[in-house]
């Protein structure tokens, strides 16, 4: 132990003599108070520092055994059955409950004697809802989460592969499919998805004379230097609670860096200690942010001033031009790859959101046949319009495809990145993040120390 | 008159009973949890022994949160009533317009707090806040301060939030202790040549102490407890830089932690500080009647050395002057001067909520815009029909009304009769019994919710009007039993007296000659508990939420307009107004008893 720590200790020397003050200062277990200044930041940017790095993206990817769960899993039981079942979801627009009470009542008209009683939820609030509804085990027949390897791990919840009819089933767009596994079997249902894309103001750039959007974090810090000259926000940068993790995530992957390396949570490696650096000098040190990124929250904070024409560029995502429509924006913008640094090939952060079913005696034939109901293409694609996401099945892709809000970001889904959110310890990783990741912004606060919060949160259970 | 135990008990009992099943028996259950070790999915997986406090004794943000939760609650408690104490002696006066000052004062107070919170964030953004526009119109700042999510503003800012929000509910309690002061005290007084700061430190303060102790208790719970504050302005800023403990301790079982035993450790350590504060405190100003405590002394000699400070600077001189002033120029300002401070009050508490009405008339881009207008540019009238599209508002108002009536008469049939017993009888348990009352007050909901859906899904009474109605109406019994208990022993015995020897039992007596007589107060706990009911939030969610058989209430049915992606802030406000505006009203028709019915006697 003692031997190891020391080896680390020494190559971080190492590294620290080979880079400079950026990721060493912040990554040396002395060093408090971390002063990025213009050189240091500058170096991030200049490929210098590219030689340090530990762990490269790629090959990496999902390490996931993936395997077609054998069908007996399914067997029905002998218990009785129940035709009553209950559906909790979260509330991903106004409209959402007003959604799932009409595909119940049309569920029911279908099949007499079944009955779904559907339970909306704002997203505030459903995290505490469904812990309570885990701790009492009143669990819901049907849940709409963004996560579900840890119940699955818990052996609470029934495989899927073999509630759904094959049509269905194989259906899902691979990598989303692939993307709903723990240890073998299929526990998640994808049902929504989104992508993420640089958006760009098109008036502001001609504006200002930027003929082609930055394909690198140089070439956007460069533009984002202009643009903030003409009195404009440069770049918006949520690091608020709201979905930080995206928004982080974006950077991380665009400068090489990964939640996990070889299997391994890596949360504070130095090339994700680089990345965080670069974003504290976007903020305090080239100052073309928006004030108190660490702060902002990604709708309210950094979508509506660039709906509102007051931005040059942010992450946007594929469900943003809904948003901007419903606004009544006239913002005239681009879309265009995530610029990334260290010569990383372009990808971009996909979401998904799945449905689970827990283990309730009997439930299995009535989950099944309202899962199947919800999959039918027209049910499925009214519920992606009313809500603006993407679909996460072939047949709906090939609906959508022709429709203008969905088409750019279809084509980006095969090099969709997704969250590891396979591993049951990613949730409190992710909850440790949104929780902690914004106060790194604050000037001089140590960024490294910050990463390791998160990677304790990932590689320590509750049981200490 | 002493009874055996056996005869008391059917006097309180109901109230007994409903504490333990609705209250106790979830805290239990809280403890039991934090000594569990659960996962991050909820899922127990046994015994953990003291493991859960040592990680919360071992959080690197534990020394912050607790520092912030003592300023929080010594700022807001201190300031309100400081402030508080200044608008009683306003509004205790006689000037035109007064009736619309205490009105004003009434919507924050009848608002559920969940809403104010939500329109004080909407002022409080940084670009297109209400509140930066005003201030640079002022010509106070240049630049747009992010007041809410600055990590050096965001804590000062909900603890001003959480003053304004305080304030009127602590008026009208020094109010009604104001109104219940003999007015010849003053006259003698007067005789005996007191000028105005002797008359407040030597006549009004000294009287006024029983209104200012139950203020002081009342308010103190009321802060520690008030969620939804700092939850809905700051909850979702990373860092700890605003949490205190009740909003640290949901971080830490469902955000940051997910960690619900180590959350539960929280809870339980939380309720013990308060229980102590609370007691001590109690004792502190009880014994202070016999002999002069601790608080007593120190409290006059706060106000001796006050009062030395203030003859010392003013003089003789000055004091002259001002006596010329108050004889030959304040009579004549008094009709304008008061008025005008009167309508800058009012103007000032209603200001959120004018706000919300011009914001819920402006569309979805206005509400964003840079710097924030003052009156919506196009008037969105659709805004306020749209919204009964968007909710269904006549079932969400009518379970509300259902379940908040139900609930007010559950707690009144079960609690008067416990206070008449408790203020006119002295048995054994007596105190056990309102001490036990009092912690029930000091548990908040939001603690307990696990332990009470647990019993309601035992009792099969998920999603049923009777399970909420019992879980709402045992929430309000302390605070019913409280002010009735105070009301009842403020009533001369001699009353009953004359009837008892008429062959009436208790319970007659208590019916036909003490309920008209403290009718103000029953006035007053029927509507504080009403609009309790009305505006609860977390309980609903758990355990009355079934919108296929539409079974919801009207909070958690106008959460749905937050959405995953963007809050519809003009439809929000539309409704939040809608599910006001019968509370305002219903408050406004017993202004004039709810006055009287605050003069909770003292802590007996």
């Not at chain 1, 073998?184 to 001609?206: C, E, H, M, V, W």
């Not at chain 2, 079932?395 to 008067?416: D, F, K």
């Not at chain 2, 019913?480 to 009436?504: R, S, Y």
Request: glycine share 8%.
């Amino acid at each position: 132990m003692e031997v190891r720590r020391r080896a680390q200790l020494f190559s971080l020397l190492s590294v620290c003599t080979v880079l400079t003050a950026t990721s060493c200062a912040a990554g040396g277990p002395s060093a408090s108070g971390t002063t990025l200044d213009q050189t240091s930041c500058d170096k991030i940017t200049s490929g210098t520092a590219a030689g340090a790095s530990p762990n490269r993206p790629g090959g990496g990817g999902q390490s996931l055994n993936v395997q077609q769960a054998s069908l007996e899993t399914g067997l029905p039981r002998t218990t009785t059955s129940s035709k009553t079942i209950s559906f909790v979801g979260g509330a991903y627009t106004g409209t959402t409950e007003a959604y799932w009470k009409d595909l119940a009542g049309k569920f029911e008209a279908a099949n007499p004697g079944y009955k779904v009683n559907i339970r909306i939820i704002d997203w505030n609030n459903i995290d505490q809802q469904v812990s309570t509804m885990i701790q009492t085990k009143q669990y819901p027949d049907i849940l709409n989460q963004n996560k579900f390897s840890g119940w699955a791990a818990n052996g609470l919840l029934q495989p899927v592969d073999s509630l759904v009819t094959p049509t269905v089933g194989n259906d899902f767009i691979p990598s989303f499919k692939k993307n709903s596994y723990y240890q073998g079997s299929q526990y998640g249902l994808p049902l929504i998805a989104s992508t993420r894309a640089l958006f760009y103001n098109k008036d502001i750039f001609a504006k200002v004379g930027i003929d082609k959007p930055p394909a690198t974090w140089a070439e956007l810090v460069a533009s984002a230097k202009k643009i903030k000259e003409a009195g404009y926000t440069g770049y918006g940068l949520p690091l608020g609670g709201e979905e930080n993790q995206g928004e982080w995530s974006l950077w991380m992957w665009s400068n090489g860096g990964d939640w996990k390396s070889n299997d391994q949570w890596s949360v504070n490696s130095e090339r994700n200690v680089q990345s965080l650096n670069f974003l504290s000098c976007l903020a305090n040190v080239y100052k073309v942010t928006q004030a108190n990124p660490g702060q902002t929250n990604r709708t309210d904070g950094v979508f509506r001033p660039f709906a509102n024409g007051q931005t040059g560029m942010i992450m946007g995502a594929s469900f943003a031009p809904s948003l901007f429509k419903q606004w009544n924006s006239t913002v005239n913008y681009g879309i265009a790859p995530i610029p990334v640094n260290n010569g990383t090939e372009p990808f971009t952060l996909g979401v998904q959101d799945y449905l689970v079913s827990f283990k309730n005696p009997g439930n299995t034939e009535a989950v099944s046949k309202f899962l199947n109901f919800f999959y039918q293409t027209d049910n499925y694609v009214r519920f992606l319009t009313s809500q603006g996401f993407l679909p996460t099945t072939q047949t709906a892709s090939t609906a959508l495809k022709d429709d203008p809000d969905f088409a750019p970001y279809l084509d980006l889904l095969p090099i969709a990145k997704f969250y590891p959110s396979t591993d049951p310890a990613f949730p409190k990783a992710q909850g440790t993040l949104e929780a902690q990741l914004g106060t790194a912004l604050t000037p001089g606060t140590d960024t490294k120390s910050v990463l390791d919060q998160i990677q304790t949160a990932a590689t320590q259970g509750n049981g200490g | 008159m002493r009874h055996h135990t056996w005869r008391s008990l059917a006097w309180i009992s109901p109230s007994v009973l409903l504490i333990i099943a609705v209250i106790t028996l979830p805290a239990l259950r809280m403890v039991w949890t934090s000594l569990q070790l659960t996962d991050e999915t909820g899922v127990s997986h046994g015994f953990a022994g003291l493991a859960n406090y040592e990680r919360l004794l071992a959080e690197p943000a534990l020394v912050n949160v607790l520092s912030n939760t003592v300023v929080w609650v010594l700022l807001v408690v201190g300031v309100s009533i400081v402030v508080a104490l200044g608008l009683a002696q306003l509004l205790n006066k006689r000037f035109f317009g007064r009736r619309l000052v205490r009105w004003a004062l009434i919507v924050p107070w009848a608002t559920s707090l969940v809403m104010t919170s939500t329109v004080w964030r909407y002022m409080l953004e940084g670009g297109n806040g209400i509140v930066n526009r005003f201030l640079m119109d002022l010509g106070v700042i240049s630049a747009p301060i992010g007041w809410y999510q600055d990590p050096r503003y965001a804590f000062w800012s909900v603890v001003a939030v959480g003053i304004v929000v305080t304030i009127p509910f602590t008026t009208y309690v020094l109010l009604a202790g104001l109104q219940a002061i003999d007015q010849q005290v003053y006259e003698a007084g007067k005789l005996d040549g007191a000028g105005p700061w002797k008359t407040y430190r030597y006549i009004t303060l000294p009287l006024l102490r029983p209104a200012l102790v139950i203020a002081t208790i009342l308010v103190t719970i009321y802060v520690f407890n008030s969620f939804p504050v700092i939850w809905v302005i700051t909850g979702s800023n990373p860092g700890n830089f605003s949490d205190i403990t009740l909003t640290w301790a949901y971080k830490i079982a469902f955000q940051q932690q997910l960690n619900t035993g180590e959350g539960a450790a929280l809870s339980v350590f939380n309720v013990l500080i308060l229980i102590v504060v609370v007691l001590l405190y109690l004792r502190a100003v009880n014994g202070d009647r016999e002999r002069k405590s601790w608080l007593g002394r120190t409290w006059t000699a706060l106000t001796e050395r006050l009062g030395e400070r203030w003859s010392r600077s003013a003089g003789p001189a000055p004091v002259k002057v001002s006596g010329r002033v108050r004889r030959k120029v304040w009579p004549r300002v008094r009709p304008v001067a008061l008025p005008l401070v009167g309508l800058v009050v009012a103007a000032f508490f209603l200001a959120p909520y004018a706000v919300m009405f011009l914001s819920s008339f402006k569309d979805g881009a206005e509400l964003y815009a840079v710097p924030a207008t003052y009156l919506p540019q196009h008037w969105e009238w659709s805004n306020w029909a749209n919204v009964w599209d968007v909710l269904p508002l006549t079932m969400l108002l009518r379970n509300s009304l259902i379940i908040a009536a139900a609930s007010t008469a559950l707690v009144l049939v079960i609690a008067v009769p416990a206070a008449y017993y408790t203020a006119r009888n002295r048995f054994t348990g007596r105190t056990g019994f309102l001490n036990l009352v009092l912690i029930t007050q000091v548990l908040a909901p939001v603690a307990l919710v696990v332990g009470i859906y647990q019993e309601v899904i035992y009792v099969d009474g998920v999603n049923q009007y009777w399970a909420i109605v019992v879980v709402n109406a045992a929430f309000n019994l302390a605070f019913v039993t409280w002010i009735m208990n105070g009301q009842f022993a403020g009533v001369d015995v001699a009353i009953e007296e004359a009837a008892m020897m008429e062959g009436l039992g208790p319970m007659r007596r208590m019916l036909r000659i003490m309920l008209p007589v403290v009718r103000p107060g029953l006035v007053t706990a029927l509507v504080f508990t009403f609009i309790q009911v009305w505006n609860e939030f977390v309980i609903s969610l758990t355990v009355f939420n079934d919108p296929t058989h539409d079974r919801v209430t009207l909070p958690v049915g106008i959460q749905q307009l937050v959405g995953l992606n963007q809050t519809n802030y003009q439809y929000l406000f539309v409704a939040s107004l809608i599910a006001t505006v019968p509370v305002v009203v219903l408050f406004i028709t017993i202004e004039r008893h709810l006055v009287g019915g605050l003069t909770a006697g003292s802590v007996k």
